[in-house]
């Protein structure tokens, strides 16, 4: 698995996230306290995939960058990822 530091401008949160922007403080507070234990997972076109409260809490942080894994898998894969 390849981490890549990836511009916050130029992660794309995914539209039809299913979850709720819930609890982004505690998660901003984690990732201050601890650093990144978990990267965003975002698609070919840095869409998000998963940690899509990562991403908010690295806005929140006004970080610049945030580690990102690139999963090199299918839209259909993606899509049931997400679930």
Not at 62 to 79: M, Q, Y
Request: glycine share 4%.
């Amino acid at each position: 698995m390849l981490v890549q530091q990836k511009a916050i401008t130029d992660i794309k949160p995914y539209e039809r996230n299913p979850r709720k922007k819930k609890d982004i403080k505690k998660v901003a507070d984690s990732i201050k306290e601890f650093g990144w234990q978990q990267p965003i997972v975002v698609d070919k076109n840095n869409v998000i995939i998963a940690g899509h409260g990562r991403y908010e809490a690295a806005k929140r942080l006004n970080l610049e960058t945030a580690p990102c894994v690139i999963a090199d898998i299918s839209d259909a894969k993606a899509k049931a990822f997400r679930i």
